[in-house]
Structure formats: structure tokens, C-alpha cells
């Protein structure tokens, strides 16, 4: 793709993103649900940039991934600076100033990491970002990498500010690395609660008896049209079954609706925390959104 004309210094940096479909010939004894598959998706990126700008593509990268993480609730993160394995492809004087590059770029980026000696990519260094759980499990997650190599041996060329060809250097990175294994560390993380704004099932509206499941279901369609994800239980169960069935699918929010709800116009919510509020629905409606990190419609 990056070959496909003549590119000039002003174009760059390139960047290029996909969610790749990966598969690996794992051993069957070493699956693990989620954590290791035969298949799996990486959200792959790869940046052709001139090497004075590498330090701003290595800030970039770990600025975007600072944020990600801390929306996601991991704070603790170590990074390691991977170096350059016993079979490598390139020189040593390459690996001299990749190394020495990507050092320079984490240091202006505030990184503080370890070196890991031999443990690099066998085209370039990589910084490996590694967070903790709530239970102080340590997984290694994203990673960026500078490949001094590969544009070589395919070919890659610019034409740069003195009009000469000139080749260029490819970043590699990943913010989450495997989307399956990121799914299964955050379920681990949050033992299955996942926040309000990123529960696949955000609230659930029961109703105390038959009678109010019209009213149940005008609840749902009203916060489904301000952008909540909602489901209802209108069910012909006992309402303390409809809470337990709603703990067991970690649904972290329940609105339970009956006589006096239809009667004034308010709903009852109700918080994993066994917290309850009342209030006016549209009001509701502003405090879901707000719990749920969306904006009033």
C-alpha cells in the first residue's frame, strides 16, 4: 500500500490501522478460553515516518495509550525495553541506533522501563506496556516497535528534502493486543462487573407484577431512545427472582417499576451496591446517562 506511487518527506507520516485477523497453530493443552485461542483479532497499526519523527510517533503512542488504559481502569503499568534477540535480521550498527532511538523517544515521553535483554522483535526493539489487575496479576499487553529492517526488504522509499530516495522507518503498535485476551483480562479485572458505560446490558426494567409491564416497557423505549442499552423483565416471576436473574447476568443497573411509579411518573433505581432512588422518569434519564458517561441527548 505505502508503495503505490511516489511519495514525498511532506506525506509522511503514514499511518495505517486494522483490526487483522490473526491464527496461530496453538498446542491444545495450551488453551485457555479467551486468554490463548488458535484464532484471534490484533488492533494492528503500522506508521512509515522519517526517523526524526520518531520521537513524536513514540509520544503519540504512549499518550494514546495511557488514556485507553485509564478509561478502561488499569492505572499501574510497567514497560520493558525489549532488545535485540540472538537471531535478528539487520546489523548491528542498526540495532545500535534502533535501540538507542526508541530509548530516547520513551525518555522524552516520560516512560520509565527495565531493559529486557534478547526478548526484541527480529526486525527492531519494542517497549512492552504490562498492567495490573485487581488481584496484582501482571499481563503484558501493548507494545510499539521500531523496524529499521523491513522497509529495506520491501522496497519502501520516499523522496526526502534534498529530492534523493530515502527509506523510511516503520512503527509497529498495538494498544490492546489481542481483542479476545483484552476481553477476558477486563472481565477478570472487574470479576465480571463491567463499568456502567462499557456493561453490554447497562440496566435492566422490571416490573413488580403484570399489571405494569405497559408502563415497564415505556420505560425501556424511553431510555433506549436517549442511546442506553437496556432489556426488560416483564416475566410472570416474583420480583426478588428478577433481581437475583439480573445479578447473575452482572447487569450493574435495575430499574424496578409498580403501582406508584405508573401512578407519578417515576422509576426506582437500583445499584449493585443495594443503593435506591426514585426519581421523576425523565430526571432518571439524565442521571442514567450521566452514570453511564453519555451526553443528554
Not at 476481553?183 to 399489571?211: F, T
Not at 437475583?244 to 435495575?254: E, F, H, K, S, T
Request: hydrophobic share 40%; glycine share 8%.
Amino acid at each position: 500500500m505505502f508503495n503505490q506511487g511516489v511519495r514525498s518527506y511532506r506525506e509522511l507520516p503514514v499511518r495505517y490501522s486494522e483490526f487483522g485477523a490473526c491464527h496461530r497453530d496453538e498446542p491444545s493443552g495450551s488453551l485457555e478460553g479467551l486468554k490463548r485461542t488458535r484464532a484471534f483479532v490484533q488492533d494492528d497499526a503500522h506508521v512509515f515516518c522519517m526517523e526524526s519523527q520518531l520521537e513524536h510517533e513514540v509520544g503519540r503512542f504512549c499518550e494514546l495509550l495511557r488514556a485507553v488504559y485509564a478509561d478502561l481502569g488499569f492505572s499501574l503499568i510497567t514497560v520493558a525495553l525489549a532488545t535485540r534477540p540472538a537471531q535478528r535480521a539487520g546489523a548491528d550498527a542498526v540495532w545500535d541506533r534502533s535501540e538507542a532511538s526508541l530509548a530516547a523517544a520513551a525518555h522524552a515521553a516520560g516512560v520509565q522501563f527495565h531493559f529486557q535483554e534478547g526478548e526484541g522483535a527480529f526486525y527492531g526493539p519494542k517497549l512492552e506496556f504490562q498492567l495490573a489487575d485487581s488481584r496484582g496479576r501482571k499481563w503484558q499487553c501493548g507494545t510499539i516497535q521500531l523496524d529499521f529492517v523491513m522497509p529495506e526488504r520491501l522496497g519502501a522509499h520516499f523522496v526526502n528534502d534534498e529530492n534523493v530516495r530515502d527509506t523510511p522507518v516503520m512503527v509497529h503498535h498495538a494498544v490492546l493486543g489481542s481483542m479476545e485476551r483484552f476481553i477476558a483480562i477486563l472481565l477478570e479485572h472487574y470479576e465480571g462487573w463491567l463499568p456502567v458505560w462499557l456493561a453490554p446490558e447497562q440496566i435492566m426494567v422490571a416490573s413488580i407484577s403484570d399489571a405494569y409491564a405497559p408502563y415497564a416497557m415505556r420505560v425501556v423505549q424511553k431510555l433506549d431512545d436517549a442511546g442506553l442499552r437496556v432489556v426488560a423483565d416483564c416475566r410472570a416471576e416474583r420480583l426478588e427472582r428478577k433481581i437475583i436473574d439480573a445479578r447473575g447476568l452482572q447487569i450493574p443497573l435495575m430499574i424496578v417499576v409498580g403501582a406508584r411509579d405508573e401512578r407519578d411518573g417515576t422509576v426506582s433505581i437500583r445499584k449493585r451496591n443495594g443503593d435506591q432512588l426514585t426519581l421523576p422518569l425523565d430526571e432518571a434519564v439524565k442521571s442514567l446517562l450521566h452514570e453511564a458517561g453519555l451526553p443528554e441527548s
